[in-house]
């Protein structure tokens, strides 16, 4: 295959888990995947106020995660925390029922 076929098979979404719009954010995957306890304990890390001292830099948690047996970047952590993921704009995007 070429890399023109394989782009465009990937800007389709065939064979990518993160395109297209209904597909979630790389976090929201992995929260597909984990158990409750291990989705409270993400998103109170995940949202811990920047004034914390305990809180985990992107970095921190993307280690965990990978040490977790999960794949992903410290930039999907970090557009999760400031809602520019698939999971907010998605949102921000329907309509108002109002």
Not at 29 to 34: G, T, V
Not at 41 to 63: F, I, M, S, V, Y
Not at 66 to 79: F, N, P, Q
């Amino acid at each position: 295959m070429s890399i023109a076929e394989r782009a465009e098979r990937i800007r389709e979404g065939s064979t990518s888990p993160f395109r297209g719009p209904g597909q979630p954010c790389p976090i929201a995957l992995i929260m597909s995947q984990m158990t409750e306890e291990d989705i409270e304990t993400l998103e109170r890390e995940l949202w811990r106020p920047h004034t914390d001292r305990g809180r985990l830099t992107a970095p921190e948690l993307t280690q965990i995660l990978e040490e977790e047996g999960y794949t992903l970047s410290k930039i999907a952590v970090e557009r999760h925390r400031r809602q520019e993921c698939r999971c907010f704009k998605r949102r921000s995007q329907e309509p108002s029922t109002s």
